[in-house]
């Protein structure tokens, strides 16, 4: 097998000013990608013939910018106003966000190349003191994710429970919603869309706490919420994606992938990632290759291990990637990676060879 490489195609600039991380979102499908590219736009990117190419803009809604002052820690509470998040639609014509208005509310909104199509309140659509936390599209384009948890201050009603809902995208009303219980603070949100399943799968990075699972599914005309192994934690862990046949779940921790049988979680196999290495918590799955980012624990140099996606076996890594963090798989053979330095920060697209 030869060895593999990564080739940089182009890079651009991620304003991103105190937004949570990602700072990137990506379509349903990997076809393209959005990022701010100022205070009040973000743009589309894709490889068009083998080029990044901007194929679409998008202008904030007043009072719904990049925020500009940090929040302090991740309770809903402490979040700054203006954006929290964003997610591309499929069409990459349409844009869902999340964030918190001048007058301390909540809301989820659609923009069009145009400007706004839809806005509504969190609270009104899904209980008082919830606050939006985290979205994606389906991939069809029809319906809207939206995972929110609740204000933690004493006044709220249930302090601490979030939901994740399941929004039509035209009109934003609720077609079903799931409750879950507390995650311990602080708390960072992922969405991840199932490749396969009308589906996602919310993580929620609690730091020392560990990492929750867990799984929102749409079936028979109703969303349900799945039972998994990590309703209630697990080690610390970031997603690293989803196989291609979306029967399995890669995370990887510090030192090990754990692998996890879709959609209850089943711990399937834990592989050891090696004394030498130390993870990011991040990686990819690009073609029949599960990639961990990650550097080596004695000198610190930046290091990707690479395994089969079938057979798990250890297979040759690409070169690394050097100072900079992995968004996501964009397309079929290229990265998006973002190095965190700077306003606005350097983002890249890369190819990997052969």
Known sequence: ????????????????????????????????????????????????????????????????????????????????????????????????ITGIVDEGRSVVATLGRGGELARASVEERLGE???????????????????????????????????????DGATLQVLGVVDHPEYPPPVAYELALHPIDDAVLTLAACGQDGTFARVARFADGRLQAIVTRLDGGGEPAGLVGFSPDGSRVFLAEESALRVHRWPALDLERTVDLGDEFMSAYSGAVVDDRVLVDGEDAEDGEDVVLAYDASTLARVPPPTAIRGAMWVGRLQERHLVTVTPKGEPARGAVLRMLP
């Open 1 to 96: 097998m030869q060895l593999l490489g990564f080739r940089e195609v182009s890079s651009f600039q991620v304003a991103h000013g105190a937004l949570p991380w990602p700072w990137i979102a990506f379509d349903p499908a990997h076809l393209r990608f959005a990022h701010a590219a100022d205070a009040q736009t973000i743009v589309v990117r894709s490889l068009v013939d083998g080029a990044l190419a901007e194929t679409a803009r998008f202008a904030l809604p007043e009072g719904l910018g990049l925020p500009q002052v940090a929040p302090d820690g991740y309770s809903s509470t402490a979040r700054a106003k203006r954006l929290h998040a964003f997610a591309l639609a499929p069409s990459g014509d349409e844009l869902a």
């Open 129 to 167: 003191g919830l606050f939006g936390q985290a979205l994606s599209w389906d991939r069809t384009g029809a319906h809207l994710w939206i995972a929110a948890e609740r204000d933690a201050s004493p006044s709220a009603p249930a302090r601490g429970d979030g939901v994740v809902a399941r929004l």
